[in-house]
């Protein structure tokens, strides 16, 4: 919620606090309750017998770099305030009217033994009702909103209009962050030449790349343009992306009361969908068994996490300085966090650095600060300012002069500077065969020659992006002919004359 103001500040509200008291309906008298109760929880041994943990084991999955965050086992755990949490309840049941104890836990991701507190307290406060329910627990009941449910779920709607997953506070994101730095990573030069093995790059680069890698600090790729700069940045993304092992990302966090979301789909490639505890959810018809109330129940990590492959996030000449701060919905009254947030434990690329609506020394300036204390602060729509981590391997990409760019100041901050020249003749022809096998073209020597006798020789700088230019054109031209793509004389003077014209 965007404001300091709580339910339990409200008329009807107080803490419900770690008194036990009777659950009226929802006490569970037997053990077959007690099964489907303790769901999301730690069963007790004496309920549940000793069973091989391989018979309930989850597929195979690549494993992660650090530990999953812990699930939580009491209300306190969460980090949380009941006021939150009983937020979050009824604005899910006024959204989607009555639903299951274990729905609800399903809905905002946390176990039902912890969620039952936040219901019992909601029932003594009639603000919600039990309208059905079975035998096998109040896990299995249906829960229903009441007239003062409803009043008050409007009241949260008001606070802020966010339903989900709960989130996690900010000091568990800043651990977990700090657990799963990219400088944490393994990089050998075998893991690194495999990520590179589809592209031709002059030798000595991956020594280069390597050490930065390890480093997680800052890298500044620069050179002419069409020299697979943006490419090698891509292929650090992808090599952390597959072998930097999965990290955790949470739904949401809690930050001063207001509510940031994190995850994001079209970002974050998330590697958890076979894990039982994402599975659909079976009911009270189902048949539970001692055995799967045990893989549900032990080892299980926060559900208000997903585990994710390292992100990597480009951004182009549309980065502007707005996009690098939290972006507050003043409809809804909750917040969405900047693409380099969302980068954390992952790569950042600002490509064409330079060419930004922003001018480069504001940009410089913006990240000065996060690139050496690692901590970055956002501010919020009260103007108070929040500092969170700051954990992407940043890479600056530009094809302009560095030193019209950034002053020594800033240059000391990036440790690692790598310059990306124009091929020489041995390389340049590696990089056409290459792509001549991947338009399906007949490699021709002839039109190496040709284009060095023509151009390259007589002054013009080649690129390496030159012969995927060009044998795009002769296919189209053959194409247009209805020719089979032969590289000619002919055929290499017709392309070039439209590739290196002057306009």
């Known amino acids: 919620m965007i404001d300091s103001s709580h339910p339990e500040h409200r008329p009807g509200f107080s803490s419900a606090g770690g008194d036990a008291q009777d659950f009226g309906p929802f006490s569970s008298g037997d053990a077959e309750g007690d099964l489907y109760a303790n769901l999301f929880g730690r069963a007790r041994v004496a309920d549940v017998p000793e ?12 494993p992660a770099c650090v530990p999953p965050p812990p699930c939580p086992t009491s209300l306190s755990e969460t980090g949380l305030s009941s006021a939150q949490l009983c937020d979050l309840v009824l604005k899910q049941l006024y959204l989607q009217g009555n639903r299951l104890g274990v729905q609800l836990a399903r809905d905002v991701r946390l176990p039902f033994q912890v969620l039952e507190e936040v219901l019992r307290f909601l029932k003594d406060e009639k603000c919600i009702e039990v309208v059905s329910g079975d035998l096998i627990g109040p896990a299995s009941y ?13 009241e949260a709607f008001d606070q802020c209009r966010y339903v989900g997953p709960a989130p996690v506070p900010l000091v568990a994101y800043v651990d977990q962050c700090r657990r799963q730095q990219v400088a944490g990573t393994t990089c050998s030069p075998d893991a690194l030449r ?15 790349l390597g050490p930065a890698v390890c480093s997680g600090k800052s890298l500044f790729i620069y050179g002419p343009p069409g020299n ?3 490419m090698i940045a891509k292929g650090l993304g992808t090599f952390l ?26 970002i974050h490639q998330t590697t958890d969908d076979d894990a039982q505890f994402q599975n659909p959810l079976p009911d009270a018809n189902t048949g539970m068994t001692p055995e799967t109330v045990r893989a549900w129940s032990q080892g299980l990590p926060d559900m208000r996490w997903r585990r994710v492959r390292r992100p990597v996030v480009i951004t182009g000449g549309e980065l502007t300085l707005e996009m690098l701060d939290l972006r507050y919905h003043k409809a809804s009254h909750f917040y969405t966090a900047p693409l380099h947030i969302k980068a954390n ?39 108070k300012k929040v500092s969170v981590p700051f954990e992407p391997l940043i890479i600056f990409s530009t094809n302009l002069d560095p030193r019209e760019l950034v002053d020594e100041a800033f240059l000391r901050r990036i440790r690692h500077k790598i310059q990306i020249g124009p091929p020489d003749r041995e390389l340049f022809t590696e990089i056409f065969r290459l792509n001549c096998q991947k338009y399906a073209i007949p490699f021709a020597a002839e039109a190496v020659e040709y284009l060095y006798s023509q151009f390259y020789d007589q002054g013009k700088r080649p690129r390496s992006s030159d012969p995927r230019d060009l044998l795009e054109i002769a296919q189209s031209i053959c194409r247009y002919r209805n020719q089979q793509v032969l590289l000619t004389p002919e055929l290499m003077a017709e392309a070039t004359t439209r590739f290196f014209c002057q306009v």
């Open 51 to 62: 069973t091989p943990a391989a018979s309930f084991a989850a597929p195979a999955k690549q």
């Open 142 to 154: 249906r829960f229903n909103l009441t007239d003062l449910g409803r009043h008050r779920a409007r």
């Open 241 to 266: 992306n597959d072998n930097g092992g999965d990290v955790y990302i949470p739904y949401a966090i809690d930050v001063e009361h207001s509510i940031v979301t994190l995850f994001d789909p079209t």
């Open 345 to 383: 434990c992952g790569v950042f690329l600002v490509d064409d650095f330079g060419r930004q609506i922003v001018s480069p020394r504001d940009l410089l300036n913006r990240w000065i600060l996060p690139l050496e204390e690692r901590i970055d602060y956002l501010t919020l729509a009260t103007g």
């Open 194 to 208: 495999a990520a590179f093995s589809e592209l031709i790059i002059r030798p000595g680069l991956l020594e280069e």
């Open 228 to 230: 697979g700069k943006t």
